[in-house]
């Protein structure tokens, strides 16, 4: 090791792998990185030699145990805007669910279930590592992060738990057991942690998104169009809404206005089982066409489940299309995607589709108003919103219609995503590892 000191570093996803290893985030920490791989990604470049990459799969069965505690913990926390996932459960599972959370019972189900999803294999090879800080990337809702946790508690090293997601912090669960310290993308996100999961200010650093960095940099706007026509750029989601409705009613606007423009639509890698039509045909369109990477995943897995392939690159295009596509775009629509911020990173304008779509009681027109990651994006400047799905035709009419006219208090997108820290995120990833194992030898 360059400097003596040995960082532990998670990759268990492909999703993952693309996040740090080939944007080059980990560059500045690259000569002191160890990391613990899963084993379908073992033979991936990692940047650095063999003898520091291990390969290690968690149990299924362990994993499942951690599941039943989120969920758990989700019932527990009644507020709104943090069991946003238990609309997901099924009847039976709610009853359960809502029995393994008082007060009681729940104490005794953790402590049983946490006994159960000790690993004494990770464990081992955390011991044989011996790393000076143990980094770990999170959706904060699998389960080995919390193992991962627990051990570096044991034997006395610090936990910094990465934040993969916008919404993770708002709306997925409480921490199982707290990581030491936590890496965030924004001021929204330290705030989420602080009311989610009493998190203190001072064990939290803003390191921007990894995955957007290439945003940053002048020349990224500058690159040619995928496509050799005007284009508005449609994203899915995966949560339940009617697509394909919205798409008609764009449609018929366009040829109703007779406007030379076309649809882009780039489905959601994965999406919900739907209570309305759901499987896009160019041929029913005029002015819609597939996104070409999607016409290599759309519909390739089972409603929303990728996991049994989630670790085929279809699923994940190569990083350098997305400034392609979303610098040379007019302007994007979408219900609620992570995609609205790289949009505004482009400074481009955004239609924001939050209507009741007439099928589904918890599509966009619910999330505005209860997802927490969601809360204030209509004050900012180029967002848009369409509350009525009549409305959809007024995207593509002159004089900004759907503007916000009354007084509303402007937000700056650095609140959501911090512009600097993404832009510098290898820098300040080093600078944040380097505090907190000064912190821990200082304690000594």
Not at 52 to 67: A, C, N, Q, T, V
Not at 386 to 392: A, I, S, W
Request: hydrophobic share 40%.
């Amino acid at each position: 090791m360059k400097d003596g000191r040995k960082i532990l570093f998670i990759i268990d996803s492909y999703q993952q792998y693309q996040t740090y290893i080939q944007t080059q985030s980990l560059k500045e920490i690259r000569d002191d990185a160890v990391f613990i791989v899963n084993p379908k990604l073992a033979n991936m470049d990692f940047g650095v030699f063999g003898d520091r990459i291990f390969s290690y799969s968690y149990p299924e069965r362990k994993d499942i145990l951690h599941r039943h505690i989120f969920n758990i913990n989700i019932n527990r926390r009644r507020h709104k805007r943090f069991w946003i996932r238990s609309i997901w459960f099924k009847p039976h599972q709610k009853r359960i669910y809502w029995f393994l959370s008082l007060p009681i019972v729940h104490h005794l189900v953790k402590f049983i279930f946490l006994q159960f999803t000790k690993d004494k294999n990770l464990t081992r090879l955390v011991k044989k590592i011996n790393p000076d800080i143990v980094v770990i990337p999170s959706h904060a809702f699998e389960g080995m992060p919390v193992e991962l946790i627990r051990i570096a508690k044991k034997i006395k090293t610090p936990s910094f738990m990465v934040i993969d997601n916008w919404d993770t912090l708002a709306n997925r669960t409480l921490f199982t057991i707290k990581p030491d310290y936590l890496g965030v993308w924004s001021e929204q996100q330290i705030d989420h942690a602080i009311l989610s999961n009493n998190m203190f200010p001072g064990r939290m650093f803003i390191l921007g998104a990894p995955k957007f960095s290439v945003y940053m940099k002048p020349e990224t706007a500058l690159q040619p169009s995928p496509y050799p026509f005007k284009y508005v750029l449609y994203v899915g989601m995966s949560d339940l809404f009617d697509e394909l409705g919205a798409l008609r009613k764009l449609d018929e606007a366009i040829e109703r206005q007779k406007l030379d423009i076309k649809i882009v639509y780039r489905p959601n890698i994965s999406q919900h089982t739907r209570k309305c039509p759901d499987v896009f045909f160019e041929y029913d369109f005029r002015h819609v066409i597939l996104d070409t990477p999607a016409r290599s995943y759309y519909k390739k897995m089972a409603s929303w489940d990728i996991s049994q392939d989630g670790f085929n690159p279809i699923y994940y295009p190569d990083f350098s299309y997305y400034p392609k596509l979303l610098s040379n775009m007019e302007f994007m629509i979408c219900a609620h995607s992570t995609m609205i911020l790289e949009a505004l990173l482009f400074n481009k304008k955004i239609y924001l589709l939050a209507y009741d779509d007439g099928f589904h009681r918890f599509g966009p027109h619910w999330a505005f108003e209860n997802a927490g990651h969601l809360f204030g994006i209509e004050r900012l400047k180029n967002v848009r919103m369409v509350r009525k799905k009549e409305d959809l035709g007024k995207i593509f009419t002159s004089g900004d219609e759907l503007k916000i006219h009354e007084p509303i208090e402007p937000l700056d997108i650095d609140y959501f995503i911090s512009k600097e820290a993404t832009a510098n995120y290898a820098v300040n990833f080093k600078k944040a590892v380097n505090d907190i194992m000064d912190i821990y030898s200082s304690k000594r």
